[in-house]
């Protein structure tokens, strides 16, 4: 493994890219996703590679969505697995969340090698190979539309980090709703989704986390409140706000 000095300027930004290596080498990224994980740096970048103030808003959301869920499920892919598998399981605990692996350039080989990752960072269960317990969503061609019965068809509150435009649309269609981690306030997924967190997964998950665990003290009451007063498309735009400020003050350096 190629060593990354702590003091290079972009130490964090690498390290997370060679934890997208490491997967792709490690069978659980495809390489569609190494290209993914590019679009989302550039938008890191230009939101200044920190959360901001909407980001943590749409967190507070979230939890307090995921806390009133019925049936909340997390649908993993290989980038999330590669980047946050300890997080990803750590707030299906704390929330008590199912996962489904669910892939859009599936595979079985690295649906296993997912799961692997999973349990082995402390999953107990993990759904979405069970072919008697597979359904169809419709509105969608790609794999992605093969879901389990009991975990993403199921259910009320679905969490997708990272996802695609059209899965997200059709996730909407079948009555879901749908939170997201995008680092791209613009795109189709960030404007479908019910909850956009405009971060990178890997600074927003532990925030997610350690809010899920503070809202869980809250009544019901409290919590329907904070879904309520959550405007999506009005924090997309602050977030592209904050990208125009980002790109007003550097060019008044430049
Ligand atoms: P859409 O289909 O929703 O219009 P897209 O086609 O531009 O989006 P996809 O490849 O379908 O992009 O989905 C990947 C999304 O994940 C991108 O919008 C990208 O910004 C985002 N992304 C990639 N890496 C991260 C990350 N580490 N954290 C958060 N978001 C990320
Ligand atoms: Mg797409």
Not at 101 to 123: E, S, W
Not at 182 to 201: F, K
């Amino acid at each position: 493994m190629p060593l990354i000095p702590k003091s290079h300027p972009r130490a964090k930004s690498l390290l997370i890219r060679e934890k997208l290596v490491n997967g792709f080498d490690n069978g659980l990224v495809a390489k569609e996703g190494l290209l993914a994980q590019g679009r989302g740096e550039a938008f890191d970048y230009l939101l200044g590679e920190k959360t901001g103030k909407a980001a943590k808003q749409a967190i507070k959301a979230a939890a307090a969505q995921l806390l009133l869920a019925e049936i909340p499920v997390i649908s993993v892919n290989g980038n999330i697995a590669a980047l946050c598998p300890k997080q990803i399981v750590r707030l299906s605990k704390q929330i008590k969340a199912k996962l489904e692996v669910n892939l859009f350039y599936t595979n079985k080989k690295r649906q296993q090698a997912i799961i692997r990752t999973l349990k082995k960072n402390g999953a107990r269960e993990v759904l979405g190979t069970s072919l008697t317990s597979s359904t169809k969503l419709s509105g969608i061609d790609s794999a992605r539309r093969i879901v389990d019965k009991n975990g993403i068809f199921a259910a009320d509150v679905v969490v997708v980090p990272l996802e695609d435009g059209d899965r997200t649309l059709a996730l909407r269609k079948a009555g879901k709703t749908v939170i997201t981690f995008d680092l791209n306030p613009l795109s189709r997924t960030s404007q479908t989704a019910n909850i956009t967190i405009v971060d990178n997964v890997t600074r927003a998950i532990d925030l997610l986390i350690d809010e899920s665990k503070k809202l869980s003290k809250k009544n019901r009451k409290t919590l329907q409140k904070i879904v309520n007063n959550f405007d999506n498309k009005k924090n997309l735009t602050e977030n592209v706000i904050q990208i125009k400020n980002n790109l007003t003050r550097r060019a008044r350096i430049a």
